[in-house]
């Protein structure tokens, strides 16, 4: 009896009239004290029907005119919308998530609401920025990065933005490996048709050389969809909910599109001294699938580079080789030979890598391959 007064007690100061549900703002005054607005620790009505995948009783509550938007927790940022996007790292049990964001949106979730995830506040990894309510997350960013087509759909047309940076300086479309989402998304950004690919492009090389991207892994908008291995699109992500699928697919069809729009996939990273191709990105990572879209999108099979994935004396350095300059640096088909990988090899000589070329020190990549099964590829006399 106790409880039911109390929750009643709950959903009455909660409530208020929809038309008027009045806007969430942050406060910031120190790191320390950076948060949401926030009505207590605990969660309401809302929230706990939510939890519990009960969305005749969230209805309910809605159409009695709770507000959606009233945030709880320390920092305020767990509230409704947020739950559902982050129902698969809290165990929350929401059958249907979609109809819990459409349920949200049609009664006036703010679709624009920002959050900082568990743990990202503060220096979480040493040296990056860490999460402020001012650069939190969006909606739209986890959908995105969760890969979810219908509900980037319906955040878009209730409103959401797609141009607010989070703290590591990415947006959404910065995240989009998905094709129809980051269509759904340059639509909305850039509306002109005969410009929208030069612009997305553009937008996405907007942080090259910048303190978020912290080695040439980052530099380009090609490279940065190799690092697929995080979850990641440009920065460190801790609790993408797609860590542990398929990666490569990600990257694939992040490389897919970046080739539509006209990415360049012979752009060199060069930076602090570093310089390498996608290319060669690729075949370190053990990436074939990647580097096969590279290959078919027009990167030289043959550019050359030398960098800290240098080899000398046939096995893998972490220095580059003093002597190695841009005409006689390694090869693809040096570095897939000297690494042992079968499968990059027979995919450059798919695409008719040039097995004659010699590097440096007058060696071919039959010299550099580490294995039998690769040196019988490499054979001039095949």
Known sequence: MMRNIVLIAVVALAACDPSSLPSVNYRQETQQDDSFPTSGEDPHPLDLAIHSGDLDAARRLLEQGVNPNLRWGRRGDRFPLQAVL????YGYRIADSTESVRLLLSHRADPNARWCPYESRGNYIPGRPGCTSATAMSPLTFATIAGSRSIVEMLLEAG??????DWGGAT???YAYDEVIFELIGRKMFPDLSTRDQRALEWLARNEGSPYDTGSAHATPVSRALRQSEGIATVYWPLS???????ERRSVNRLNTLMRIGADPNQR????????TPLSFALWLGRYRSASVLLRSGADVNQRWCDQF???????????????????GLTPLMWAAASGHKEGVELLLEFKADRTLKDWADRTAFDYASTPAVRELLRTDR
Not at 86 to 89: G, K, N, Q
Not at 160 to 165: S, T, V
Not at 270 to 276: L, N, P, T
């Open 269 to 276: 990273l060069v930076r602090a001294g570093i310089d390498s």
């Open 310 to 328: 240098a080899v000398r004396d046939f096995k893998q350095t972490s220095t580059k080789e003093p002597a190695c300059t841009a005409p006689t």
């Open 172 to 174: 959404p479309l910065d």
């Open 160 to 165: 959401a933005d797609p141009a607010p940076e």
């Open 241 to 247: 909910p797609v860590q542990h699928e398929d990666v």
């Open 86 to 89: 982050e129902a698969r790292s």
